[in-house]
């Protein structure tokens, strides 16, 4: 299973891969702007927060999560 910390990286690389920003995704999404800012510090985002995020990269949460590899 991946830290937050981690996830947060993951994150930032599918949106680097997709060349969108993560303020974009945050802004489409309807989350506050400081969500990754707070993973990267080690702070768990809900799981309704998290599962917007995967289902905007078109991923599972149990890929963030880092329970699948796909």
Do not use: C, F, H
């Amino acid at each position: 299973m991946r830290t937050v910390q981690e996830m947060a990286i993951l994150i930032k690389l599918e949106l680097k891969k997709r060349q969108i920003t993560a303020t974009k995704m945050l802004l489409d999404v309807g989350l506050s702007q400081d969500v990754l800012a707070n993973m990267q510090k080690g702070s768990m985002p809900s799981a309704d927060k998290l599962a917007k995020i995967a289902q905007y990269l078109g991923a599972s949460t149990d890929y963030l999560l880092g329970l699948v590899d796909e």
